[in-house]
């Protein structure tokens, strides 16, 4: 299945004519069962996701084709360090719009955001309050919260 093809099956099941914002979340992928639009993933002994590796580049050129043919309006990544943002500019046509990352107080996301503000890639941040169990603050009372 091409990027393309899925974004004209999402396209159809938003019922829209376009994608304002298309994002490649995440810089790997899991093994997919199947060829079909689903999101069922191939998985180990220990029922985890096999990882599958991928181009960035190449995907990035397949988004570009969607660009071009009026199927999505801007792209972008999710996840994707300054390295790997770094890889995409070097190599593209369309810069990337957005790179949707983790930023709140207990992760310092300073050194990417610079970056991104310096190549003019907009940030959009999630678990902006912290991500549950690994981000408790321990409280001088000695409890947490």
Not at 64 to 70: F, K, Q, S, T
Not at 112 to 129: A, D, F, G, P, Q
């Amino acid at each position: 299945m091409t990027p393309c093809k899925a974004i004209e099956h999402q396209i159809c099941l938003l019922d829209t004519d376009y994608i304002d914002l298309y994002l490649i979340h995440a810089p790997w992928g899991h093994k997919p069962k199947s060829s079909k639009f689903d999101l069922e993933s191939e998985t180990d002994q220990s029922g985890n996701p096999i990882l599958d590796d991928f181009d960035h580049v190449e995907i990035w050129r397949e988004l570009e084709n969607a660009v071009d043919l009026g199927l999505v309006k801007h792209i972008g990544v999710s996840n994707f360090d300054s390295a790997q943002v770094d890889n995409i500019l070097k190599n593209c046509r369309i810069r990337p719009i957005n790179n949707q990352i983790e930023i709140h107080p207990f992760l310092d996301q300073s050194e990417i955001m610079r970056h991104h503000v310096n190549e003019n890639i907009s940030i959009t941040s999630y678990m902006s309050l912290g991500r549950g169990d690994r981000t408790k603050v321990k409280y001088p009372t000695g409890e947490s919260g």
